[in-house]
C-alpha cells in the first residue's frame, strides 16, 4: 500500500466525518476557543495512542497468542460492523446527563476517534503489511490533519451541510469502510488457508 492509501483507509477507520456530530454534542457548549482547544487535545491524544499500538501492538499480539490472521478477520469483522452502524444507523444519545461539558480522552480520543477499528487496523498495517513505523506516522499525522480540517470548522460545516448531509456523509464514508472491511476479512482467510 501507498502512503495516500495508508491515508485514506486511516481517515476511513477514524471517521472524522461520522464523528462530528458526537464531537459538536460532546463540545457544543464550549465557547470558540475553548472548542477549538478541546479538538485538537482530543485529536492529538487520539493518535498518540493509535501511534504507541502501532509501535508496540505486534508484541502485545504475540503476548496474547493472537495470530495475524485472526488479526484480519477480526479486524475486518470489526470494520464490517462499524460500516453497517454508518450505514444503517446506530442507538442515538452516545452522551449521558453525568458527561462534563469538556470530557477528557473519553469518549472523543478513545473510543470515537482511536476505536477498535483504528487500532486493529495499525497493528495490521504493522504486522500484515510490513509498514514502518515512519511511514505508519506519516500516514496518522494525513489522518490527523484530515481530522483536524474537519472538526475545528465542524460548527460551520454541520450548519452548510445540515443533518441530511452529515448522514449521506456518514452514509458514503460507511460503504467505502464496508468494501475495505471485506477485502480485510478475505486477505485474513487467504493467510490462514496459505
Do not use: C
Not at 475545528?152 to 464514508?173: D, S, V
Amino acid at each position: 500500500m501507498s502512503l495516500p492509501e495508508h491515508i485514506l483507509l486511516l481517515v476511513l477507520v477514524t471517521d472524522p466525518f461520522g464523528n462530528l456530530p458526537l464531537v459538536l454534542a460532546a463540545l457544543g457548549r464550549l465557547d470558540a476557543a475553548g472548542y477549538r482547544r478541546a479538538v485538537l487535545r482530543e485529536s492529538l491524544f487520539a493518535f498518540a495512542v493509535l501511534l504507541v499500538l502501532g509501535w508496540g501492538g505486534a508484541g502485545l499480539l504475540r503476548t496474547f497468542g493472537i495470530t495475524e490472521p485472526a488479526l484480519h478477520i477480526g479486524g475486518g469483522v470489526i470494520l464490517f460492523l462499524l460500516s453497517l452502524r454508518m450505514i444503517y444507523g446506530g442507538p442515538q444519545g452516545a452522551f449521558q446527563d453525568g458527561y462534563a461539558a469538556d470530557p477528557l480522552l473519553v469518549p472523543i480520543a478513545v473510543p470515537a476517534i482511536a476505536g477498535p477499528a483504528a487500532i486493529a487496523t495499525v497493528i495490521l498495517l504493522r504486522t500484515q503489511q510490513q509498514v514502518a513505523l515512519g511511514q505508519l506516522a506519516l500516514g496518522l499525522l494525513g489522518a490527523l490533519l484530515v481530522t483536524l480540517v474537519t472538526f475545528l470548522p465542524g460548527r460551520r460545516i454541520a450548519l452548510w451541510l445540515g443533518p441530511r448531509g452529515l448522514n449521506a456523509l456518514e452514509k458514503l464514508t460507511g460503504l467505502l469502510l464496508n468494501l475495505v472491511s471485506v477485502n480485510m476479512m478475505l486477505e485474513g482467510v487467504r493467510h490462514f488457508l496459505a
